[in-house]
């Protein structure tokens, strides 16, 4: 599947949804986009004067780049699309260390590598970091796909 078919098939939509574009996707990682729109709604109370986006949108964020999207690549490889579409990859855990803020507007970019991936269960190392570089937060991060 190309990029943009794995980015129809994250079940995720708008508000929930935290990818704009796949930039890179093969059988061992993952390059991910997403710009915070300043007008999501968590803004207004977190934090009222000086918004920050919540940590755990952010891990959301890593989970639908890094996890979710490189499941669906890697079921429809596996199993094929038609039998991949019969099933629903869900976000399983985490570990993750927040090294920054993200404040409205910004453009981070998700980078997402493969440890391993074995009976439909998939386990990435994730790092979210703005444009230029700087870590926001990184981690490990699990999911598993399951019949819809």
């Known amino acids: ?3 943009e ?19 890179e996707i093969d059988d061992e990682h993952v390059l991910a986009a997403y710009t915070w729109r300043p007008d999501a709604d968590f803004y207004r109370g977190h934090f009222p004067g000086n918004p920050v986006t919540p940590g755990v949108l952010l891990v959301e964020s890593m989970a639908q780049a890094g996890v979710v999207s490189l499941a669906l690549h890697l079921l429809a490889r596996e199993e094929g699309i038609a039998d991949a579409e019969k099933l629903v990859f869900f976000f399983t ?3 993750v260390e927040f090294h920054g803020v993200v404040r409205p507007g910004e453009r981070v970019l998700i980078r997402s590598r493969k440890v391993y991936f074995r009976r439909r269960k998939l386990r990435c190392e994730v790092e ?4 230029d570089g700087e870590p926001v937060c990184s981690g490990v991060l699990s999911g598993m796909g399951a019949p819809r």
């Open 128 to 131: 979210m970091q703005r444009e």
């Open 93 to 95: 855990d985490s570990n």
């Open 5 to 23: 078919e794995i980015l129809e098939r994250i079940p995720q939509r708008e508000p929930f949804r935290f990818v704009d574009e796949i930039l």
């Open 1 to 3: 599947m190309s990029p």
